[in-house]
């Protein structure tokens, strides 16, 4: 029953390997994100995506692709790890007009050694 | 660029007072969201305020925003130890194509017996 889920919750993993968050939500959202959180707890828009078309895009290293199959679904892949990626990263989805309240997954813990 | 500022940005307060949590912005937005984050969780929408004026309340919680001034608060009124989280505003940057949400720094309440 959970409106927008992640996976894997946690992420152990060596510098310069590439791995992939999914998220999902079945709220029957048009837009979804993906947020970054700092160990100082601050969060910044990473991407977002209406009906599978980017439509936003931080400055955010190339080394991260999001990619939408459909506007349910929302994963990241990450290559070549690095130290500085350790964070949370959290999905949100929500309706596309501004107003509409965010929704956000439990998060992903990604720890890099 | 647009900076949220909220402050302070740790609140330790007694059960039973009363006090007020900040967010200013530095843009023009009629458009702001306050959440809530336990620690290790996701964040949970609190309020949406979409115009200047704007005030809403659940429980001991009442947020405004006053779009001239560019700032929203948070008040607590008779603080319980279930109210200790971080808190965070976040302000709607809209129009055109895409809406993305720019959050403020976050305020770390610890509610004492």
């Known amino acids: 029953d959970t409106a927008v889920s992640q996976t894997p919750k946690y992420l152990v993993t060596q510098m310069g390997n590439d791995k992939s968050i999914k998220c999902e939500q079945n709220?029957?959202?048009?837009?979804m994100y993906w947020y970054k959180q700092d160990s100082k707890k601050f969060l910044k828009i990473m991407f977002s995506?209406?009906?599978?078309?980017?439509?936003i895009n931080e400055t955010v290293p190339n080394r991260f692709s999001p990619k939408s199959p459909d506007k349910a679904h929302l994963n990241l892949h990450i290559n070549s790890l690095e130290l500085g990626d350790s964070a949370v990263y959290f999905c949100?989805?929500?309706?596309?007009?501004?107003?509409?309240?965010?929704?956000f997954g439990a998060g992903t813990r990604l720890s890099v050694l | 660029e647009l900076k949220v500022e909220q402050n302070p940005l740790f609140l330790s307060m007694q059960e039973g007072k009363n006090y007020t949590i900040y967010c200013n912005y530095s843009?023009?937005?009629?458009?702001l969201y306050w959440y809530r984050q336990d620690p290790g969780k996701s964040l949970e929408s609190l309020f949406v305020?979409?115009?200047?004026?704007a005030v809403k309340q659940e429980g001991r919680l009442m947020a405004s925003l006053d779009t001239k001034a560019r700032l929203s608060t948070l008040h607590i009124t008779a603080a319980v130890h279930d109210l200790s989280a971080t808190y965070f505003c976040?302000?709607?940057?809209?129009?055109?194509?895409?809406?993305?949400?720019?959050f403020g720094t976050g305020t770390l309440l610890a509610v004492q017996p």
């Open positions: 976040a302000v709607d940057l809209y129009g055109g194509a895409t809406n993305k949400l720019i």
């Open positions: 843009t023009t937005s009629d458009r």
């Open positions: 709220l029957g959202h048009d837009t």
């Open positions: 995506y209406n009906n599978k078309e980017l439509i």
């Open positions: 305020l979409l115009s200047n004026g």
């Open positions: 949100a989805s929500s309706h596309r007009p501004s107003g509409n309240i965010q929704y």
